[in-house]
């Protein structure tokens, strides 16, 4: 379907181009608002870190989880295996706290409740915006953890723009990304892409084969109003083996006698994400914007009749769920030195129960939610915050952050405080909504450009925690159910440091989790080397990776509730044997050559699920008449 796509745009790029010959303008587009489904029109926010499509072009990925590990200081919790529900932690929060958005529209599932960073194409962003604390919490909506905020790409070219990516890596996984778009009429781009993973994995039952394909119509309707619509389709299936089964595996690094939990578990997700979204520059100091979005997903799990729960003892269970989200957006600076953000919400979810997730009935269909936020910027001193009122479950939930910055780009201090509510997922069940307090400092300094340093300390504390207990058949978990625990607290400190000497660039990172949190170590630690030369446009350079952690009670991962266990046999302190990556950028290609583990150590961060061994990854990008 993907290539058929491909062959309709590009037979239409043919027929317009004639025009392009007899008149420049015939398809040439308004300056796009380049804030068109930005976190923020004016730009103004305190973004803990934004990665550019150019910047994460440069980076050896597979999935976007690869550019979050070398270039934050997240911590991830991984099955081992790429494309699966591998999801990274900052600041100590948990894999339901996170926020993902759309070009302002929510991506996390009522269902699930969790996005992993796989799910969402590297290619197909303009950039990616990551909020922490108060920002992320009365923005986006994040429940005491981190908002990752997409904003969609966009192109202006009269010529067909084609990218071409290709990576193949560890145990035959093969990937290829595609995207051509060309301007089809006066003011109107239309973008195709699509992308394609595939492996048989390393462990018996860890396969993988996903492909999406997503559809880009901008319609540049003048110099200060954008609107487009876009389509994302998944089609992602994986085998869920829980993890290889240390009791009866006597080596657990031999793939090859190693045996899993669940030989017989396997899952696959169908989803639509379609979108329509304007936005409106009133002046160049007040922008509107509004979308709608219809989310539709068919889950499927596959499985043996011992692994059925009750009296159903079927072995494909299928449910939808299905929601509605529309969000209203209003940005102005009313001065010189204070902006304001505020904005209405609201979402009509619709979910089928099954074995594994509670039905959605009644007032429980509808959320809504209204925000507003402020930033005033009276240097040396910066104060933000704001509230955020959710409606769920027929009830008004306040949701309030605010911070304060003191400082310059030589040295700052912030605090920020949040308190925030978090629905459970269908995953977890109809449980009593969960509620936190994060408390964050951060400290920044910089020496020059050569120098920078950021240390940032918090504390979290959750009142109605959801854990997650096993239902147990023999020796044999089949499923998990949610339950509340006692308050749970959590606390933690986080340096990450750059150093620019000449052309090389070091990057140390320290991860403290002092208390609170089982499933992360006392101790994460993670060295970058780099070295860039620059010839011309064309750019050569190489990086050395390093990652260590301490002792840690890694979690085990139960795929079919998307859920983690506790458990009480820990992981020993390991190093992931260190990543080497060569590259070289001609022109416009890019070639990537990078060894993995190359001291082929053993590491994990979810106990039962070792990550890969040493393996070598080879990735191409490669852009015409970009």
Avoid at 212 to 227: H, I, K, M
Avoid at 419 to 433: M, N
């Amino acid at each position: 379907m993907c290539l058929l796509a491909w062959l309709i745009l590009a037979s239409a790029c043919a027929i317009a181009a004639p025009m392009v010959s007899d008149s420049s303008a015939a398809d040439s587009l308004v300056q796009p608002l380049p804030f068109h489904g930005a976190v923020s029109a004016l730009g103004r926010l305190d973004v803990y870190r934004t990665f550019t499509r150019d910047a994460i072009a440069g980076l050896p990925y597979r999935t976007l989880e690869d550019v979050l590990d070398w270039r934050t200081a997240s911590y991830t919790l991984s099955t081992g295996a790429i494309g699966d529900w591998n999801v990274p932690l900052l600041f100590g929060e948990r894999p339901r706290d996170h926020a993902v958005r759309a070009d302002g529209m929510p991506m996390t599932s009522a269902a699930v409740g969790i996005v992993p960073p796989a799910m969402m194409s590297p290619e197909f962003l303009e950039q990616v915006d990551l909020l922490v604390g108060s920002d992320a919490t009365i923005l986006a909506g994040a429940s005491s953890g981190t908002a990752y905020w997409f904003q969609q790409p966009w192109y202006n070219t009269r010529t067909p723009y084609t990218r071409v990516w290709y990576c193949q890596s560890a145990y035959d996984f093969l990937a290829t990304d595609g995207v051509l778009s060309q301007n089809v009429a006066r003011n109107v781009n239309a973008t195709l892409g699509f992308r394609r993973m595939v492996t048989p994995g390393r462990y018996p039952n860890q396969w993988l084969d996903v492909w999406n394909t997503r559809a880009l119509l901008r319609w540049n309707v003048s110099p200060v109003l954008n609107l487009s619509l876009v389509h994302r389709f998944a089609n992602w299936g994986l085998g869920a083996n829980g993890g290889v089964d240390p009791t009866i595996s006597d080596d657990p690094t031999n793939e090859r006698t190693a045996q899993v939990f669940y030989s017989k578990l396997d899952e696959r997700l169908f989803r639509h994400d379609v979108a329509l979204l304007g936005t409106y520059q009133l002046s160049p100091h007040r922008v509107a914007s509004a979308g709608i979005a219809v989310q539709l997903e068919q889950w499927n799990l596959y499985r043996t009749p011992a692994l059925a729960i009750g009296a159903d003892s079927s072995t494909h269970v299928l449910w939808r769920n299905d929601a509605v989200n529309g969000f209203v957006r209003w940005e102005e600076q009313l001065a010189s030195e204070l902006i304001a953000i505020a904005g209405a919400e609201a979402s009509v979810v619709a979910a089928g129960g099954s074995d594994y997730t509670a039905p959605q009935t009644g007032s429980d269909r509808f959320q809504g939610a209204g925000f507003g936020y402020v930033r005033w910027d009276a240097s040396p001193v910066v104060i933000r915050g704001g509230l955020r009122l959710l409606l769920a479950r027929g009830q008004l939930f306040p949701i309030a952050g605010a911070a304060v910055r003191v400082g310059d780009r030589a040295f700052a201090v912030t605090f920020d405080g949040s308190r925030t509510v978090r629905i459970p997922s269908l995953a977890e069940g109809l449980l009593p909504p969960e509620r936190a307090w994060l408390l964050m400092v951060r400290l920044e300094t910089a020496f020059d450009s050569a120098v920078r340093v950021a240390v940032t300390g918090y504390w979290r504390r959750y009142d109605n925690p959801i854990v997650a207990e096993p239902i147990v058949r023999g020796d044999t978990i089949i499923a998990t159910s949610g339950a509340v625990a006692s308050p749970m607290h959590r606390s933690g400190l986080t340096v990450e440091t750059l150093w620019r000497i000449g052309r090389l660039q070091l990057r140390p990172q320290l991860v403290f989790s002092f208390t609170g949190a089982r499933e992360l170590p006392f101790l994460y630690a993670t060295l970058s080397l780099g070295y860039e030369h620059r010839i011309g446009r064309n750019r050569i350079g190489g990086e050395l990776f390093l990652r260590a952690r301490t002792q840690v009670f890694a979690d085990r991962f139960i795929p079919q509730s998307w859920s983690y266990l506790p458990m009480e046999i820990p992981l020993s302190a390991a190093t992931d044997g260190g990543t080497v990556m060569l590259w070289a950028q001609l022109g416009n290609a890019t070639v990537k050559l990078a060894m993995g583990n190359v001291l082929s150590a053993y590491y994990a961060t979810l106990s039962t699920f070792p990550q890969l061994d040493r393996h070598i990854t080879l990735s191409v990008g490669w852009s015409f008449f970009d």
